[in-house]
């Protein structure tokens, strides 16, 4: 089955420079790579997500890259802010079958 | 619109007593999931639910049940708890893309 590994599993950063987290999975048949943003006490929220006809994606100040051939994906934030600390997850799955298979999160501490 | 409510948010159980984690979406989604959030093993699916009348094991099935009587809620329950079971519980609602999740539950077994 499907197995995804994320790195690194804690990344500090100072306000204003770019964080890159990036993800690998095993399955060739995954197609679809979302990234949730998990804020202290609360659930994940989806981000920003790709799907495997597209190599890049980007929403403001976040980006998804994915590199099929090598099996991994990455999310890019710049000029990054106090409120982008929190924990972000990876996942992986054929699209619309639900079953995503997720990374073991990474804990993203911004630095005053 | 109240997306995926989970009750309670936070529970203390004694070794071998058994409790329901209760969930609701409005969202009439037909896939909901159980999942366990562990410090650095990210979220590990309890069980699943595909539609009412419709349930199946994840990757950490043991100890829990569930059942989906009705689109709208999908009750987990732990029928003897053990320490092992001590865990942030999430529930989610997905629409084939997104994965809509509940506050929490913070379960202590002691």
């Known amino acids: 089955g499907e197995n995804v590994e994320q790195h690194p599993s804690t990344l500090s950063v100072q306000e204003g420079d770019s964080a890159v987290i990036k993800c690998t999975y095993s399955d060739s048949a995954s197609n679809y790579f979302p990234w949730y943003k998990q804020e202290l006490g609360k659930g994940p929220q989806l981000i920003i997500d790709i799907r495997s006809n597209v190599g890049e994606k980007k929403d403001q100040r976040i980006a998804v890259t994915l590199n099929k051939t090598a099996k991994h994906f990455s999310l890019h934030i710049t000029e990054t802010q106090p409120e982008d600390s929190a924990v972000y997850f990876c996942?992986?799955?054929?699209?619309?079958?639900?079953?995503?298979?997720w990374g073991a999160g990474t804990k993203l501490i911004i630095k005053p | 619109n109240a997306g995926v409510t989970q009750t309670p948010k936070f529970q203390v159980l004694k070794t071998g007593q058994s409790m329901t984690l209760q969930c609701a979406q409005d969202?009439?989604?037909?896939?909901m999931s159980w999942y366990r959030q562990d410090p650095g093993m990210g979220l590990r699916l309890i069980h699943y639910?595909?539609?009412?009348?419709?349930?199946d094991q994840g990757e950490v099935p043991n100890g829990y049940n569930v059942s989906r009587s009705t689109t709208e809620d999908f009750p987990l329950r732990l029928l003897s708890a053990a320490p092992s079971q001590t865990s942030v519980y999430f529930c989610a609602s997905i629409d084939g893309v997104e994965a809509f999740f509940g506050q929490g539950t913070r379960l202590t077994v002691v």
């Open positions: 639910s595909v539609g009412a009348g419709i349930t």
């Open positions: 969202m009439n989604h037909e896939y």
């Open positions: 996942a992986a799955s054929i699209y619309e079958n639900y079953q995503l298979i």
